[in-house]
């Protein structure tokens, strides 16, 4: 029984680069990608229907005027150019935020107020800005390590090492080849894309000295009951205070390796590389999935929920993108896999996989996914995770799905005609009232909570 579940646990666990070979269908990058803006005023109220949002596109009073020249003094002239277009746009005085702070806020308290040790206000106030502008440029392409920082991160990362033969090994783990955040890559792009108030108060709260930051969530958006709310928190071990009965305040930290990870990045990024909020971001994400566990110097995890010790399995991504955007997400499983992971059918027809993925993306939401890729014999040999942003409709009235893929090294949207795709989803996180009337899902806290009581007590 254990190796079945660990074998099941496996298959699910989408953490790697997508194997170039495949072949079978040729992506199209969408070319005029920068003439469309990631989150305009024309599209604010979709999916934020009910929630306080100002939208304004003109600076008001002598504070925001203030602030606005205080942050744009700190940019070249490309960014300038970002910055001016974000407040055309809607988004600099959006304030769809946990604490109802605009993107104009928060960029203000990265340039006045301390950054986190080895960070450059400087940089992270430019990633922030050119991130919400232009999301696209998130990658999980973690970089090498310089020579100069080699020692400090060995013995960084050895500082918890019991024994000799674990530190020899340190060496070959920090050189991180394909990276395992794809699911914390594609979060941190939704959350930059849909939420950009949100995004840069994160950005501001994770590269401060206390990096960290904080948000309030009703337990019921992670559970049918707030004895089960509380239960996801505790196992997910997750720092929280209870504020009423069916409200909790969460803390956000990235794991104490990234600020060197960070660091390297403020001063020796590559082209194509992570930037310092990347880091930031995707440690944060990474730790929320994988229960406070994930080493950035590393790239590896431990935790209870997953025997792997790369990437985040789907009960996992699914709380985190839940926490994160404060929402009722449902993970819907449309592949079925036997225990020896060969796809051997789906849990739906394409139909209805397809309506409920227009409907999200009619609501204004993008679509995080896990898609497969299986050999000559549909066993599944790869997993991965990507975001559904939007879709056309062709002359032949075949559709298209726009999608961003974290790992392709492609700053652009990417499209899949529905014929590929469609078949490769095995996950997709929706929210429940997209698809509560047409299937019967069991909540991923259900069976993340019976998946745990199995394996603790074939252990």
């Keep these: 029984m254990v190796e079945k579940i660990n074998v099941a646990l496996k298959q699910y666990n989408y953490n790697t680069s997508v194997n170039r070979t495949d072949n079978t269908q040729q992506t199209s990058p969408v070319t005029n990608a920068q003439a469309c803006p990631s989150f305009t005023a024309k599209t604010l109220s979709m999916g934020y229907s009910n929630k306080n949002i100002t939208l304004r596109t003109e600076l008001s009073g002598k504070e925001e005027k203030s602030k606005y020249k205080a942050v744009s003094s700190k940019l070249d002239r490309n960014t300038r150019k970002m910055l001016e277009g974000l407040l055309k746009n809607g988004i600099l005085l959006n304030n769809n935020s946990d604490d109802k702070s605009t993107v104009l806020d928060n960029l203000h308290k990265i340039v006045t107020e301390p950054r986190a040790q080895g960070l450059n206000a400087n940089v992270i106030l430019k990633d922030t800005i050119t991130t919400i502008a232009y999301p696209y440029f998130i990658t999980q392409q973690f970089g090498d390590i310089p020579a100069r920082y080699r020692n400090a991160v060995i013995q960084a990362n050895n500082h918890s090492k019991l024994n000799q033969t674990d530190a020899r090994q340190t060496s070959d783990d920090i050189d991180v080849e394909h990276s395992g955040t794809c699911v914390a890559a594609s979060t941190e792009f939704k959350l930059a894309k849909q939420m950009p108030a949100e995004f840069a108060r994160f950005a501001q709260g994770l590269s401060s000295p206390d990096m960290s930051v904080t948000k309030t969530i009703k337990l019921e958006n992670l559970a049918d009951n707030t004895l089960s709310g509380v239960w996801l928190l505790n196992a997910f071990e997750i720092p929280f205070e209870m504020n009423n009965f069916n409200e909790a305040v969460l803390k956000f930290k990235p794991d104490n390796n990234a600020i060197l990870r960070a660091q390297i990045q403020t001063t020796d990024k590559d082209p194509e590389e992570r930037s310092p909020l990347d880091v930031l971001m995707q440690s944060t994400f990474m730790q929320v999935g994988s229960q406070q566990t994930y080493n950035s110097l590393t790239d590896k995890r431990g935790g209870k929920f997953n025997q792997n010790d790369k990437g985040l399995i789907e009960f996992e991504k699914t709380f985190t993108e ?53 050999n000559e014999n549909n066993v599944i040999v790869n997993g991965h995770e990507i975001t559904i942003v939007g879709y056309k409709t062709n002359g032949d009235g075949k559709m298209t799905f726009i999608c961003n893929d974290t790992d392709d090294e492609v700053a652009k949207p990417i499209e899949y005609p529905e014929a590929y795709i469609l078949p490769k989803i095995h996950h997709a996180a929706l929210p429940k009232e997209i698809v509560e009337t047409d299937l019967n899902i069991v909540p991923s806290w259900v069976e993340g909570v019976n998946m745990y009581k199995q394996m603790r007590k074939c252990a």
């Design 322 to 374: 839940s926490v994160v955007f404060g929402k009722n997400i449902l993970s819907v499983t449309y592949q079925t896999v036997d225990e020896n992971a060969r796809l051997i059918g789906y849990e739906t027809d394409l139909s209805t996989m397809k309506r409920h993925l227009i409907n999200a993306l009619n609501m204004g939401e993008n679509v995080i996914i896990g898609y497969t890729q299986t």
